[in-house]
């Protein structure tokens, strides 16, 4: 059974920094793309990053340059480390997951693109 489990929320102040962590286990595929999602309060959830089982990501034009998405896999980790919080980044972000033969190849920032989820974890930004 596949687990995602996310951490590592918590408040910051306007320009500082986060780094969300989430904890996989339950699966041995080897092709796999993996990714970042938030929802702000009020609004539909959002693609934020991915990262394919090869290493390559894609980062969403909003937090380009300050975000980054990598993973420990010697650790079943995936890590989004936020810099230059903003406000706007206020919101429950969570760790997604999708398991398929090409990776993130031909997969956008979409929801409806990944079929495991984690629970979320809070982060809110002060001005």
């Known amino acids: 059974q596949v687990q995602l489990v996310e951490s590592g929320g918590g408040s910051a102040q306007s320009g500082g920094s986060l780094r969300l962590s989430c904890a996989y286990s339950g699966y041995t595929y080897s092709m796999y793309c993996m990714g970042w999602f938030r929802q702000p309060p009020g609004k539909e959830r959002e693609g934020v990053a991915t990262?394919?089982?090869?290493?390559?990501?894609k980062v969403a034009d909003l937090v380009k340059g300050r975000f980054t998405i990598y993973e420990d896999k010697a650790k079943n980790t995936l890590y989004l480390q936020m810099n230059s919080l903003k406000p706007d980044d206020t919101a429950t972000y969570y760790c997604?997951?999708?398991?398929?033969?090409?990776?993130?190849?031909?997969?956008?920032?979409?929801?409806?693109?990944?079929?495991?989820w984690g629970q979320g974890t809070q982060v809110t930004v002060s001005s």
């Open positions: 990262v394919d089982s090869d290493g390559s990501t």
């Open positions: 997604a997951a999708e398991f398929r033969r090409y990776g993130c190849y031909g997969l956008g920032l979409r929801v409806s693109d990944f079929g495991y």
